[in-house]
């Protein structure tokens, strides 16, 4: 069976834009020549390996690197007293009063932190080096359980913070206890969402070279990178001028390089303590226990109202999060939540309260989702559990409760708004793809005659895009940086030729697909051919404001920049051409790589005849205007407000909103807790589409990680903090033979906010699959009396509920089981 | 250094000989070294990727006498006397790729890029059986490498339309050959 795409496409009347093609990025990837971080050799280049720390909570007392300091090819071992004397502590988006170093500094507060760098000559001597380090530990008691961390007799993390509570606050938006009082049903549940992480292929690495004018380079495969470049040159002591940061394409990502600040500042650190280029590069047990990019850990006491009708009435969530040791970007993954806080329904009775919990564990960052799509799970599952009390159909109390189509732009409770959408018309074509009378006849069949359980799940999810850097301090109550900018830009440059160089000022090569964005765009723009557009990256000493991937933002931001420097040329363009064909400017249109007069396109001049005149014959240009055919455009966020000064709503911050709804059937073998799918639908409205095919990768990319988010994926740690998931055979991600070929359908409602209408889509594919296929797990043991409450969900929870089901109904008669 | 350091830290060198991408080589290397690191490193076929460095995922996948193999799981003087191929045997260059490579493009049955060597030298492991596989088949045969982005459907694709095309098939939307 091949990937199916249907598309419900509006008629756009876009060239390339929105047509299927060939990805501009791949034919260097096939060849083997991504140059990727590990590829990178600089002459003298020395190599990092990290000792880490075997025990959750300690003082380290000291670290002896005489033995490894004789072994020949060492060069030096550094720890967190030399970051502590020479360095500052590193970006931080969290309470300040929680320091964190690249190296620990006085203390371990997780199995996996680093204690000390060892830089040799090869890798394979710097982990001899590792293996000679002496360090001597006094332990502390570990806190790995967040409920019992926020007691007050609690061993704290950070002696500075005074309790391990990192963020305690309620939020409440209309009136909750009068919605609860005047509902008919109130469902209550217990959820527990368990971490898992973004887990690229390619780790997380830096090289960082001390180059000459004292300026420090330092390559990295962090995304962010020309957006916090400043803060690392902060944390290195460093004049920010003096720090160059280059970009290296990523080998995936998935929020886990969103700003994996750490690692280059480690790499530049040890760069300026030895005077020569280092290469640190995480191997997979570096990545798993300290990526900083472990994902939400959290604990639900949720409850959902109802009337009679089925309409919801109100949400009560009180949430822990185990945020482990730091906190890197706040609470910034609750902010995800509020964004979409009442989902895609339109009640308007909202309380949350929060407490971010600090553990002995690994920190959190982002993982696809970013928190929303945990807050995504628990909404549908309260849905889901409302619809079965009151005799609904999933798909009947959906409906029943969407936001209509004609009610856009829509403020939600929180203040964030929806800009625009068609959700019943996201469903119907859900509903379109698969026969679900169909199915839900052959899962009554196959249970009754041959003792087959065969479940249906459905689901919807908002997908927020294009975040607002407000998000990242509006919930706590005193920020270090209350930025507000998260602009994208990009230059455009026609060379003398004819030939286009499009330049973004941010590194983003990863499954994106940037490069075809930009190259579509810019062929939309001019009508070139997409594949004649050469896309290279700024460093951050050439970038122009640049926020990077993340947020699922990339391909709207960039779309809006590359089309405001497109419109700079092309108003250029027509001005040369008016004045040397003697036309007015407003008698020109540019179709097709040519300037021509409408109406009479046989006088013209193309691109390159242009491009001649502007670069070589000034005397030919108009009164003023320079030589030259480049301009650059800084796209802003396209609409954000700032929060209320006394708190009563966040502002709009997330307001490019995308929808999504899944239809999985699956099979469970109750013997074995073994699941299988037999078929999967997706239905995307990621507004205006670039390009169907890289669209629909993000989506089955995304599914796939949220059904290992649901089956398969959890970072564990045991009561002492010790990290049980150090490699693929205990972390388990999905392989080939796991998930199912998903059938893709787009609907499209452009934006009204955004060039072209284009809204992100790197994210609903994870924040969707996990509520579609918990349904799909509880309607197939339904006879058992399933209900998933925690994720993931192992297949010894799923034998564990047909055997207690199967107990209690041990007087009823069971139909005969199929022969296995 | 002691004899005992050079034991345990793998001082020891050797000089291997063997054929890579139809070429033959001949150097001397640490007895530690492993085989990816030796390609990677000593001649430059960055192709081959690490992604976990201990036989998990797949991604330093090479053909070793024409079988896959896991090239972080061997050292480099296993390879003495033997054939090795990486993708940079199917075409270094961009703008001329293999068949297998060109499939690939054509199905987006990529998107990083970092496992995606491993999976066409694979691909090319099993369209050399000769046999016609299902697509349930084909996920079995590409089940030990690991792809964090794709979602494996458009790589399962690739497979049906790089085998269909090098068997000389071609079908009415390209080459696709998606089975089930
Ligand atoms: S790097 Fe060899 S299997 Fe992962
Ligand atoms: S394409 Fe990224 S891991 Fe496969």
Redesign the interface.
């Known amino acids: ?3 199916e795409h249907t598309d419900t496409a509006e008629k756009s009347g876009y060239r390339y834009i929105g047509k299927d093609r ?2 501009v ?10 140059g ?1 971080i ?2 990178l050799k600089l002459p003298g280049m020395l190599h990092a390996a990290i000792l880490r720390s075997p025990v959750s909570h300690a003082w380290i007392r000291s670290v002896d690197a005489t033995e490894a300091l004789k ?2 090819g060492v060069v030096a071992v550094l720890t967190g007293e030399d970051c502590k004397a020479k360095m500052n502590p590193c970006m931080n988006f969290g309470p300040a009063t929680i320091a964190q170093y690249p190296l620990a500094v006085d203390k371990v507060r997780y199995v996996g932190e680093a204690v000390a760098a060892v830089v040799a000559e090869s890798r ?2 710097a982990e ?1 080096g590792v293996d000679l380090l002496e360090v001597d530990y006094e332990d502390l008691p570990p806190v790995t359980d967040p409920t019992a961390a926020m007691e007050p007799g609690s061993a704290v993390l950070h002696e500075e913070h005074d309790s391990n509570i990192g963020c305690e606050r309620i939020f409440e938006f209309g009136d909750v206890n009068a919605a609860f009082a005047g509902a008919d049903l109130v469902v209550e549940d217990t959820l527990r969402w368990g971490r898992s992480a ?6 997380a690495g830096a090289v960082a070279q001390p180059g000459f004018n004292g300026v420090l380079e330092i390559y990295c495969n962090s995304l962010s990178f020309s957006y916090f470049s400043f803060l690392i040159a902060g944390a290195l002591r460093v004049p920010s001028n003096k720090l160059t940061m280059k970009p290296v ?4 990502s ?1 929020g886990s390089k969103l700003a994996a600040h750490k690692v280059p500042t480690l790499a530049g650190f040890l760069a300026l303590r030895v005077g020569r280029p280092v290469s640190y590069v995480e ?2 047990i570096d990545h798993l226990g300290n990526s900083d990019h472990h994902g939400s850990d959290r604990f639900y006491e949720a409850r959902m109202g109802f009337r009679a009708d089925g309409t919801i009435v109100g949400l009560d969530i009180d949430v822990v999060d185990d945020y482990g040791a730091y906190m890197q970007f706040g609470v910034g993954h609750h902010g995800n939540a509020f964004s979409q806080v009442v989902g895609p329904y339109r009640f308007r009775d909202v309380r949350y309260r929060l407490r971010a919990v600090l553990t002995n564990k690994c920190q959190q960052g982002a993982y696809r989702g970013f928190g929303s799509e945990v807050h995504n799970w628990v909404l549908e599952r309260l849905v889901d559990s409302g619809a079965a009390r009151l005799g609904l159909a999933p798909e009947e109390i959906r409906r029943r409760n969407f936001i209509q189509p004609d009610e856009f732009p829509y403020t939600i409770p929180g203040g964030n708004v929806y800009d625009s959408g068609d959700y019943p018309a996201v469903l119907d074509k859900a509903l379109s793809m698969i026969d679900l009378d169909g199915w839900r006849a052959e899962q009554k069949r196959l249970w009754a005659q041959e003792g087959r359980c065969v479940g249906i799940g459905l689901a919807t999810t908002q997908e927020r895009s294009v975040f607002s850097s407000t998000e990242f301090w509006f919930l706590v109550e005193k920020t270090v940086l209350p930025v507000t900018s998260s602009p994208e830009s990009a230059t455009v440059t026609i060379d003398p030729t004819g030939q286009f160089q499009l330049l973004l000022h941010c590194q983003s090569m ?2 994106n ?1 940037p490069e075809t964005v930009g190259a579509t765009v810019l062929a939309e723009e001019f009508g070139i051919p997409p594949e004649s557009v050469n896309v290279r990256y700024a460093d951050s000493a050439h970038a122009l404001p640049s926020t990077g991937p993340g947020g699922s933002r990339y391909t709207v931001m960039v779309a809006g920049a590359i089309r405001g420097a497109s419109r700079k040329l092309r108003k250029k363009l027509i001005h040369i051409a008016a004045h040397t064909l003697e036309v007015a400017a407003e008698d020109l249109e540019l179709v097709d790589a040519r300037v021509q007069v409408s109406g009479a396109p046989e006088t013209g001049l193309t691109l390159a005849e242009l491009a001649g005149t502007a670069y070589f014959f000034a005397l030919d240009l108009p009164e003023g205007m320079t030589s030259g055919l480049e301009e650059s455009y800084t796209y802003d966020h396209p609409y954000t407000t700032l929060p209320a000064p006394d708190g009563s709503d966040f502002g709009v911050f997330y307001p490019i909103m995308g929808h999504a709804c899944h239809i999985a059937v699956v099979e469970v073998d109750p013997d074995t807790g073994m699941l299988s799918f037999l078929d999967y639908v997706a239905v995307h409205d990621a507004g205006t589409i670039v390009n169907p ?2 669209l ?2 993000h ?7 949220g059904i290992g988010t649901t089956l398969y994926e959890e970072l564990v740690y045991d009561e002492d903090g010790q990290f049980m998931s150090s ?3 205990d972390y388990l ?1 999905p ?3 796991e ?1 199912p ?2 059938r893709i359908g787009h609907v499209q409602t452009p934006s009204p906010f955004t060039e072209y209408g284009i809204k992100g889509g790197g994210e609903g ?1 994870r924040m969707v699959a996990p509520a579609a296929v918990s349904a799909a797990v509880d309607d197939a043991l339904r006879e058992y009396g399933m209900r998933v409450r925690q994720l993931p969900v192992k297949p010894w929870d799923l034998v564990a509920a047909v055997q207690t089901g199967t107990d209690r109904q041990l007087q009823r008669r069971l139909p005969r089981r199929r022969d296995r | 250094m002691t004899t005992s350091t050079a034991a345990k830290y793998g001082t020891a060198r050797r000089t291997v000989t063997m054929r890579v991408n139809e070429r033959g080589v001949t150097r001397e290397v640490s007895t530690r070294t492993t085989l990816a690191d030796f390609l990677r490193d000593e001649l430059d076929l960055v192709s081959v990727h690490l992604g976990c460095e201990h036989g998990e995922c797949g991604c330093c996948t090479v053909l070793f006498d024409g079988h896959s193999v896991r090239s972080c799981l061997m050292l480099a003087v296993q390879g003495d006397g033997h054939a090795v191929e990486t993708v940079e045997s199917l075409s270094v260059n961009p703008a001329e790729l293999h068949p297998i490579q060109e499939s690939f493009a054509e199905e987006q049955g990529l998107q990083c890029g970092f496992c995606t060597p491993a999976m066409v030298l694979r691909t090319k492991e099993i369209i050399e059986t000769g046999q016609e596989l299902t697509d349930a088949e084909v996920r079995h045969e590409i089940s030990g490498i690991l792809c964090r982005c794709t979602g494996y459907q458009n790589i399962v694709n690739a497979v049906q339309s790089a085998g269909a095309k090098l068997r000389g098939e071609a079908t009415a939307d390209g080459a696709r050959g998606g089975r089930s």
């Open positions: 069976m091949t990937t060939k990805r990025e791949d034919p260097r990837l096939l060849v083997g020549r991504g990727y590990a590829d072994l020949p394979y001597l001899d973004g887990m690229p292929m390619e780790t394409p990523a080998g995936g998935f191997d997979r990863w499954g697909s095919r890289s629909g990768g989506v089955t990319g995304g599914a796939t990680q490699d693929f055979r991600i392989t080939a033979g998930v070929a998903f594919g």
